[in-house]
């Protein structure tokens, strides 16, 4: 089972931050938190993924509590081309758990 | 950055068939891959992970004996769905980290449309 929980949807503005909530209140200490999207009838593309730190690259910003219980992804400017299923995903770097569950995502859409 | 390719994109044939669904790492080398499925309106569910050079390990649920995992090489593996049937039909879709599922993250093919007529 996926150990995340997101809305099932949200919808922003063209040009608009998009802020994307993920709760995952029962994340070990080595789990990192991992975004990944997909777009419709394609593979899942990465975005980003923080242990505790918040991060950023050319994709987005990851904003993860300090009780690392719950993490923000951030697209600062959205265009239509965001429209996505987005997935958070905690996963471990080794061992068994290394694999990606994957949750039911939020789906989010921008409008124009 | 990582490219991970399948071949083919989509596929259609009819009940009975053996179907292979390549997963290729363009730009580097991967011990471990991994194969998902996806039906409609659902999210990807892990089916197994492949290992170079040994057996594949299948979630639970999964046929084994039906859904063939070969990883003859670092940069190639292949799913073969055995005798498919219409049931069988669904967007297959691989991954791969280079280092194997170690510290980076894993990328993901375009996927493969499988319909069985």
């Known amino acids: 089972d996926a150990k995340t929980t997101q809305p099932p949807s949200m919808d922003c503005a063209e040009g608009r931050a998009a802020n994307l909530p993920c709760n995952h209140s029962?994340?070990?200490?080595?789990?990192?938190v991992y975004w990944y999207r997909q777009i419709h009838s394609q593979g899942p593309q990465y975005i980003i993924h923080?242990?505790?730190n918040n991060e950023t690259n050319e994709m987005a910003s990851l904003i993860i509590t300090e009780d690392r219980k719950s993490s923000t992804l951030i697209l600062p400017h959205a265009t239509l081309r965001d429209t996505a299923v987005y997935y958070c995903?905690?996963?471990?770097?080794?061992?068994?758990?290394?694999?990606?569950?994957f949750g039911k995502g939020i789906t989010l859409s921008v409008r124009p | 950055g990582a490219v991970v390719s399948q071949h083919p994109s989509w596929v259609i044939c009819k009940s009975g068939t053996s179907v292979k669904i390549e997963c290729r790492s363009l730009?580097?080398?991967?011990?471990?891959m991994f194969w998902y499925r996806q039906f409609p309106k659902q999210s990807l569910m892990l089916m197994a992970t492949?290992?170079?050079?040994?057996?594949?390990?299948?979630e639970q649920g999964v046929e084994k004996d039906k859904f063939l995992i070969n990883h003859a090489s670092l940069t190639l593996s292949t799913l073969t769905v055995t005798s498919a049937h219409p049931e069988d039909s669904s967007f297959y879709i691989c991954?791969?980290?280079?280092?194997?599922?170690?510290?980076?993250?894993?990328?993901f093919g375009d996927g493969t449309r499988l319909s069985i007529l």
């Open positions: 991954s791969a980290s280079p280092n194997g599922a170690g510290t980076q993250p894993q990328h």
């Open positions: 029962t994340i070990s200490g080595n789990e990192y």
């Open positions: 923080g242990l505790k």
């Open positions: 995903i905690v996963r471990a770097h080794t061992g068994a758990n290394s694999k990606l569950t």
């Open positions: 730009d580097f080398q991967a011990t471990t």
């Open positions: 492949s290992n170079e050079g040994s057996k594949a390990t299948y």
